[in-house]
């Protein structure tokens, strides 16, 4: 059995399995990816497991849980600030850390792509939010998942009570973007002909040419406004 088969026995995925185009998503982080991330991403879709680890994913609905989007590298940029001015201690260079995925509490996941020509090989190191501490699990992101959802790991930085409930997925739903009402165009300018016409009509007493006076022009406006 796969760990990806022991996730899906162990947290079923709501939907069916989706398509990716991982050539052009591989372009867009400039690396290989690691194929049980694949398998997994494909399987699952974008979501969250236990209401606290989300996973960046290729079509994650917002630019804070896109696989591609500006995360990765503002974390690595953060990181590197840390590592350089020794704010925080960091076990492995900021330029091989890539950011794969973060808690409800700000705990980062991240691949250590220390031998980038290999992501399959990529292990997984877990940042504290707010401190120094960090975690190293010696596998794969799916394995990692199935070894904290089943409770054969602990890591420090989650909440004793992670597993309190049964392991559930739930999917992101996408993002409906709000548009602003768009005003309504001026209408149209009326012939004054017409304003004339009308005016003669009504019993006005209107000047052959030249400017129509306000008063006729307002008791137009008035009768014709909707």
């Not at 899906?8 to 995925?13: D, E, G, K, Q």
């Not at 989300?54 to 995360?71: K, S």
């Not at 940029?77 to 001015?85: M, S, V």
């Not at 709000?178 to 003669?200: F, G, L, Q, S």
Request: aromatic share 8%; with cysteine; glycine share 6%.
């Amino acid at each position: 059995m796969t760990d990806l088969d022991a996730l899906i026995r162990l947290c079923p995925p709501p939907n069916p399995p989706m398509t990716i185009d991982w050539s052009e998503v591989e372009a867009d982080v400039g690396s290989g990816l690691p194929d049980d991330y694949k398998a997994l991403a494909e399987r699952y879709g974008p979501g969250t497991f236990c209401d606290y680890l989300t996973l960046y994913h290729p079509h994650g609905p917002t630019e804070y849980v896109n696989l591609t989007g500006p995360m990765p590298e503002r974390i690595r940029a953060q990181l590197r600030t840390d590592y350089d001015h020794d704010t925080h201690p960091v076990p492995h260079h900021p330029d091989h850390l890539f950011a794969c995925g973060v808690t409800s509490n700000g705990e980062y996941l991240l691949w250590i792509t220390e031998t980038t020509s290999e992501p399959d090989s990529w292990q997984i190191a877990v940042n504290e939010a707010r401190g120094p501490l960090w975690y190293a699990h010696h596998g794969t992101i799916t394995n990692f998942l199935v070894s904290v959802l089943t409770g054969q790991i602990q890591v420090p930085q989650f909440p004793v009570g992670l597993l309190q409930s049964p392991p559930v997925f739930t999917p992101s739903h996408p993002v409906l973007i709000k548009t602003e009402p768009v005003d309504a165009p001026p209408p149209p300018p009326v012939d004054a002909a017409v304003i004339r016409t009308w005016a003669r009509e009504h019993g006005y007493a209107v000047p052959m040419r030249g400017r129509i006076p306000p008063n006729l022009l307002e008791a137009w406006e008035t009768a014709h406004r909707h």
